[in-house]
């Protein structure tokens, strides 16, 4: 069979429904081959959306998501979609174009090594040999799903006439997708630790989310009432309502939660990313349990007295069953001090501040609905405050933790779930770095609303730079306001400078046919008192 055919046939066996990216000369055969096999190519505008859309593809459907770029500053571009996968812990395949052998180490235009650029943030990475297309992406895609998740690069010589050797320069991970069972040697210690303490706490984070390990974490901590710390990527594990939910880390106020973990005798991460924030950044000098599907990722001063790699359903199973454990936890503190966290004041009056406009929003988009959460100081509040029943409803980068994921984000969840409200929360750093793509919502048709908290500066950068007593410099972002006109590349706008605008605003968007941006003019100031502190 045709190598360009074999290829595509097999991303159709693989379920593949849609390959982002921006078409060079070499990849128009692969186009055609798709258009035949109904593979949706999606353009987008800069290739690092190609990547985070393909990231979101996964987290949604659990299929490897694609993209693809051209030789050199496409695949520089597409890098940065690919590490947000690769510290995300998302399964993704990424394509690019690359010369053919007798070139690889001459001074041709636009020729890069791909290998050594995608090395160090993929789990694998090499070049496809013509004749071994299918069994290579097989491989291809055990790799990206196999535990830990992650992406693969796939370069693609530029004339299908040739092959390569199909060198790699990265070992491939282990291929190994389920978990073992744990070892019931350590659920034992585990068990006997867990009866001699009288205040543990869970720690459940992105592993655990990912796992979907909701309802077994609300089954265990229900049991042995036991408060619970969410990672931000981990939130909706546990809703806000839970008598054991306790907040999440590192995000808006989290100082107050060290009231409530400094009192800890134990800590027990379950599905805890170190990725997000380390054991050693916040721990009391306590000992800890880790149960998690890798060894955990700690500093030699951490007091790691058991280790349990494997099945974490299994071994949240194991612990569901034994007799509730008696603890010593203040419950009406930690309901108190939770109550801090969820309902922060609002400082600016009946001005429209980030907290007023994010409550606004809650209230408009439903509990099904999906919000993308973009990196920014808003961020760190949304992480806290945003109600969410199922981790799935929102979407955000906390490993990567690159600016413009939002909007990319956004399109792709749409995309895939076109029946489901769907809302991008960006500040306009992040607008302003994939503004492009608004024309890609726009093509395609996509009801997505684009939420900017417009404050006019780098705010969490502000907030840094006021935490160290240095002059803030490098943070001003623009004059006066940043769209105000009708439409933004033929997408309508709604400006927003109070709650009633924004709230007529967001009705506004849910009932169009399309794309609608929201400039909602915020003032930056509220959120010194909240997110002040809580950095490292």
């Known amino acids: 069979m045709d190598m360009v055919k074999e290829l595509i046939n097999t991303l159709k066996g693989k379920g593949i429904k849609y390959v982002f990216g921006i078409e060079g000369g070499s990849w128009i055969p692969y186009m055609e081959a798709m258009r035949i096999n109904g593979i949706e190519f999606v353009l987008v505008a800069n290739e690092s959306s190609a990547g985070i859309m393909a990231d ?9 998501g694609v993209c693809y770029a051209t030789y050199g500053p496409g695949a520089t571009n597409l890098s940065t979609g690919v590490g947000c996968a690769f510290l995300d812990r998302s399964a993704i395949i990424a394509f690019t174009s690359e010369f053919n052998d007798d070139q690889l180490d001459r001074r041709v235009q636009m020729n890069i090594d791909h290998q050594s650029l995608f090395k160090g943030i993929t789990k694998w990475t090499f070049r496809l040999d013509n004749d071994r297309v299918k069994e290579s992406m097989d491989d291809a895609f055990e790799t990206s799903l196999s535990e830990v998740p992650g992406p693969v690069h796939v370069g693609i010589l530029s004339s299908s006439e040739k092959k390569t ?58 049991l042995h ?50 990725v997000e924030f380390g054991f050693e950044d916040w721990m009391p000098d306590v000992p800890l349990i880790n149960i998690d599907t890798s060894f955990a990722d700690v500093s030699e001063e951490t007091d790691l007295i058991c280790d349990i790699k494997g099945d974490i359903g299994k071994a949240l199973d194991h612990i569901s069953t034994l007799d509730p454990v008696k603890t010593e936890w203040d419950f009406e503190e930690i309901r108190r001090i939770k109550e801090m966290l969820l309902n922060p004041p609002e400082l600016n009056g009946d001005s429209l501040g980030p907290i007023a406009a994010l409550r606004i929003l809650r209230e408009k988009l439903p509990q099904d609905g999906i919000m993308t ?22 979407i955000m980068t906390n490993g990567w933790s690159s600016m413009g994921f939002g909007i990319p984000a956004a399109i792709a969840a749409k995309l895939i779930l076109p029946d489901r409200k769907v809302v991008c929360v960006t500040g306009d750093g992040g607008f302003m770095m994939m503004a492009g793509e608004i024309v890609t919502a726009r093509r395609l048709g996509l009801n997505v609303v684009f939420l900017v908290l417009a404050d006019r500066e780098l705010s969490l950068i502000r907030v840094k730079q006021d935490n160290h007593g240095v002059t803030n410099y490098g943070v001003k972002l623009y004059d006066g306001d940043l769209i105000n006109e009708n439409t933004f590349f033929g997408v309508p706008v709604k400006m927003a400078g109070n709650r009633e605008e924004l709230s007529s605003a967001i009705d506004a968007g849910f009932e169009s046919s399309g794309p609608l941006i929201i400039e909602a003019v915020i003032d930056g100031e509220e959120y010194n008192s909240l997110i002040s502190g809580e950095f490292r």
């Open 56 to 64: 979101v593809c996964f987290r949604i459907t659990g299929i490897p």
């Open 165 to 222: 050797v199909g060198s790699a320069s990265a070992s491939r991970i282990s291929k190994n997708i389920e978990p073992d069972d744990p070892n019931p040697r350590k659920l034992k210690i585990l068990e006997n630790i867990l009866k001699s303490s009288q205040r543990p706490i869970f720690a459940a984070g992105l592993t655990a989310s990912r796992l979907k390990l909701g309802e077994k974490l609300r089954k265990l901590v229900s």
């Open 225 to 274: 009432h036991i408060p619970v710390l969410l990672t931000p990527m981990a939130k909706g594990l546990i809703p806000h309502d839970h008598e054991c939910y306790s907040g999440v880390l590192f995000h808006a106020m989290s100082r107050q939660l060290k009231e409530i973990y400094n009192k800890s005798d134990l800590v027990i991460g379950i599905g805890y990313d170190p």
């Open 373 to 394: 959460c973009d990196v920014g100081a808003h961020t760190h509040l949304i992480g806290q405050i945003w109600d969410v029943e199922d981790p799935g409803m929102m």
